[in-house]
């Protein structure tokens, strides 16, 4: 299970699962890409470059998905697939997707916001689960 939607009232809660912590962002990524369409009908045509830096784990989580979000609201991209690097507080990223298409890509939500309420980065077990609410 790469993330799973929780129980939340009006916004969508996301724990997203990794080996790595590298693993549990690229899939946060592809969390925030479900929730605007199905991943799967997004063709690894375009790929982008990501990089941001931030002072902890949950900000670099914050900034990583705002700039997805961002890239999806000012150029229209949207992304299947997250290959990311992380080396202390700073994040790489090459995200491939195509440009979105509301007649291929089957518009499903729109994401106001990343929040910061109830963010965690926390290695449990094995595995890491990188959790983040999104406003809808």
Known sequence: MKYRFLEHTADAMVDAYGKTKEEAYSNAGLAL???????KLVEPRIMHKIKVKA???ESLLFEFLNEILYLFETK???FSKYKTKIKGYELKCTASGEKF???KHEPENEVKAITYHQMSVKKKGDKWVARVVFDL
């Open 76 to 78: 229209g991209l949207v």
């Open 33 to 39: 890409t479900s929730i605007m369409t199905d991943p």
């Open 101 to 103: 298409n509301p007649g």
């Open 55 to 57: 002072e902890d784990d």
